[in-house]
């Protein structure tokens, strides 16, 4: 009897496969089987995706492919068709097969015709994902990839349910501005903050629609405020002092470096216009930069160099991951200092901490020096497990290329960041899924309508992303002429 149910078992799960063997439709007549998977643009093969994600729609290489026909089918039920020069299909239709085979896989089938007749390549399997992603889009700057001058730029959001994008702010509507160093409190755009170089910078804090626009510099501290992250009331926000140089280097497979001739951190009173410092963190001979706020709000994670010789020993500079505790009632720092990864140990440095907000991990870029990974080729995602102690790299989401700027979403399962792994030469955004024990899944570019035309025809890179959880909302007109009035809020420093 055993035997027998054993039996019946494998017959049905045999019929279940077979019934998911997809095949082309029947508008493509006698298929060429190929062993192989299709050459598509974007890489969507084995790649996870949240629910409710914009589709998948993808080019297929060559320029000898007349028409492609594409069938998906949902583990759980459901299909969907598309026939033409592209695999492009309805965005609600689309939708209704992630929700149906949530926590089920996605299985594709590309057939296309060549002069000599139609070919079928091997299926492959989209996952959607149990974890949902519960955010509206994403924020970016959009900038081309140059050196000198600031050339167009701007702050951009997109909805991630389709392929809507938004202007935040442009910088043609101010002559001369570069804007940049966009940051949200917990994927949430009512606290929001970034910085305005040029001849009219300035520091914008946005607040429940209230703005105000801090003088750029502050003389007592040597610079001006730079790459904030927010505390978790919106009452603080962190940043970073920064005396930035670039220099260009004379070997062919490396570009630009930037280092800082000196950096300090301190944490900003939004209530009080009051800078907070601390000869703990602003010390003479380290660099300290990137701080960012636990999820708790009590603890502030930073990193710390020994400050070189520039620019004859920036390759000398390897940074650590350091924290130090914070009081918000009192506004105070911790009277001692911790290293939790000391990166120049093993000859490297660590850049763009970011935690998790369930308070689990910390994600950062390893280097082998400095800290603007952007430029860096060997540059990875590894993650630090707060609970054990232990840092590894992200295996599955790292390229041959620099993968950097990352931030989480607000449940924690899912992470944005750059990568130029398709040329080498533009940064673009991709999004992968991190499990509860920092399990990753293989990261999938961020959909367009028609990805190929887009990212062909596009001369802008992607940088510091994050996600929002609905759309920002903001007066570009009416902040363009306050930037330019020049109205500025003073900062005291205590």
């Given at each position: ?8 078992g494998?017959l049905?799960g ?15 007549s ?20 949240p ?7 993808f ?11 594409v ?11 598309a026939?033409g020069?592209?695999a492009?299909?309805d965005?609600?239709?689309w ?11 996605l ?6 015709r ?12 989209i996952?959607?994902s ?103 009331e ?42 907070i ?8 001979d ?8 636990a ?21 000398d ?79 599955a989401?790292n ?9 989480w ?44 035309q ?7 890179a992607?940088?510091t ?6 759309k ?23």
């Open positions: 009897m055993r035997k027998s149910v054993i039996h019946i494998r049905l045999a019929m279940w496969a077979v019934c998911l063997l997809a095949a082309c439709s029947s508008s493509v006698n298929p060429v089987r190929v062993a192989q998977l299709p050459p598509i643009f974007p890489d969507y093969v084995e790649v996870t995706v629910v409710g994600i914009a589709p998948l729609n080019n297929l290489r060559g320029d000898d492919v007349e028409a492609v026909d069938v998906v089918k949902g583990e759980k039920g459901g299909e969907l068709h026939n020069e592209m492009q299909f965005v609600d239709q939708h209704q097969l992630t929700e149906a085979n949530q926590g089920a896989d299985i594709v089938t590309v057939c296309a060549y002069a000599d007749g139609w070919r079928q390549f091997n299926d492959f399997r996952h959607v149990q974890y949902p992603l519960e955010e509206w889009g994403l924020t970016y700057r959009r900038i081309p990839p140059g050196y000198e001058v600031y050339s167009h730029m701007g702050l951009y959001q997109r909805d991630l349910a389709s392929f809507d994008e938004y202007e935040i702010i442009d910088n043609r509507r101010m002559p001369g501005g570069c804007v940049n160093c966009h940051t949200a409190n917990r994927t949430n755009p009512s606290t929001f903050v970034f910085h305005v170089r040029g001849e009219h910078g300035a520091t914008m804090i946005q607040r429940d629609g209230q703005r105000e626009w801090l003088k750029a510099r502050n003389d007592l501290l040597g610079g001006s405020m730079v790459y904030p992250y927010w505390h978790p919106g009452v603080y926000c962190a940043f970073s002092t920064n005396q930035t140089r670039q220099g260009f280097h004379v070997v062919p497979d490396e570009r630009i470096e930037v280092f800082d001739l000196s950096s300090d951190i301190f944490v900003y009173n939004t209530a009080t216009h009051e800078i410092t601390d000869s703990l963190v602003m010390t003479p380290w660099s300290e930069n990137c701080p960012v706020f999820p708790d709000g009590r603890t502030m994670y930073f990193l710390t160099c020994r400050q070189q010789e520039y620019p004859s020993h920036f390759k500079e390897k940074y650590a991951l350091c924290r130090i505790g914070f009081d918000p009632e009192k506004g105070q720092f911790a009277q001692h200092v911790d290293t939790l990864f000391n990166a120049p140990r093993m000859g490297k440095s660590l850049t763009w901490p970011r935690p998790s907000y369930d308070g689990r991990f910390v994600l950062f870029t390893l280097i082998d020096y400095g800290y603007f990974s952007i430029w860096h080729e060997e540059a990875d995602q590894w993650l630090l497990d707060l609970t054990t102690g232990e840092a590894k790299p992200l295996d989401v390229s041959p290329r620099a993968d950097s700027y990352h931030n979403s607000e449940n924690s399962r899912w992470i944005v960041f750059t990568s130029r792994r398709d040329d080498g030469l533009y940064s673009r955004l991709y999004m992968a899924s991190v499990d509860e024990n920092g399990k990753a899944t293989k990261p999938f570019l961020l959909p367009q309508k028609n990805p190929w887009y990212y062909d025809e596009t001369v802008y992607f940088n992303p994050d996600f929002t959880k609905e920002v909302r903001f007066d570009a007109y009416k902040a363009i002429g306050e930037i330019m009035s020049d109205g500025r809020v003073e900062t005291k420093v205590r």
